[in-house]
């Protein structure tokens, strides 16, 4: 177990529909890293958070935005879905936003859209 | 740009051997940090294993080991004596310089099975 959760495991929705994604970083952790792993794409970063601010952005759609929140959970929101949005996602985290020499995932949220 | 290379087809190694992961890198940053993770059919990624590119020593963590040339920018992990547990993806991965964000940069995986 790594300490970082995220919810839910599982997500089966529409195309065109709107989901979020929760992620609880490992106490103590200030940062958060969300990624998405396709079968045509492999792993991508999509984007980061320290301490509630947006640090790095990736290959994030336009139709997708982050929050990390004062309790340092993060959410990641999808929107106007698309079949090729069907992934998994991650959110790991870390202490520092720089230079850590471990970075935890959690178990990831499985998306499928139909 | 940071770039993983990781080309082997699936790698096939018999319980209780060594196996070695290929896998090397492009950067033109001075300070970096390179990871493996493992991640079984169940879909975890879980974290094996970090070298920095200034740690003077090759990293091990108990059966996993990391075997950093530096000069020829390769980083291939070695797992000694496999367990059929074992049988997973394998992940190489970069983060950036110190003072830059942390993210990684993930090569394509290698897929590992372990024979009994």
């Known amino acids: 177990d790594s300490g970082v959760t995220q919810t839910p495991k599982h997500l089966i929705t529409a195309t065109g529909q709107r989901v979020t994604l929760r992620c609880s970083p490992r106490?103590?952790?200030?940062?958060v890293y969300w990624y998405q792993q396709s079968l045509d794409q492999g792993l991508q970063f999509l984007i980061q958070?320290?301490?509630?601010?947006?640090?790095a952005k990736g290959n994030i759609l336009e139709r997708f935005s982050a929050q990390q929140f004062p309790d340092l959970h993060s959410e990641l929101n999808l929107s106007s879905l698309e079949l090729g949005d069907s992934a998994l996602y991650f959110c790991?985290?870390?202490?520092?936003?720089?230079?850590?020499?471990?970075?935890?995932f959690g178990p990831g949220t499985r998306l499928t859209v139909l | 740009a940071q770039k993983i290379t990781q080309t082997q087809p699936g790698m096939f190694v018999q319980e209780k051997e060594a196996v070695t992961l290929d896998c090397t890198y492009d950067?033109?940053?001075?300070?970096?940090?390179l990871f493996w993770y493992k991640q079984p059919s169940s879909g975890e990624m879980i974290f094996l294993i970090y070298?920095?590119?200034?740690?003077?020593q090759n990293a091990t963590e108990g059966r996993y080991s990391l075997n950093f040339q530096k000069a020829r920018k390769s980083a291939n992990l070695v797992i000694s004596a496999s367990q059929l547990g074992d049988s997973a993806m394998y992940f190489c991965?970069?983060?950036?310089?110190?003072?830059?964000?942390?993210?990684?940069?993930f090569g394509k995986g290698i897929t590992l099975s372990v024979r009994p």
């Open positions: 790991a985290s870390t202490r520092t936003q720089t230079s850590p020499r471990t970075q935890y």
């Open positions: 106490s103590g952790d200030l940062s």
């Open positions: 958070y320290y301490n509630g601010e947006e640090r």
């Open positions: 950067t033109s940053d001075q300070s970096y940090g």
């Open positions: 991965a970069m983060r950036g310089p110190t003072g830059a964000n942390s993210k990684l940069t």
């Open positions: 070298q920095g590119s200034y740690d003077e």
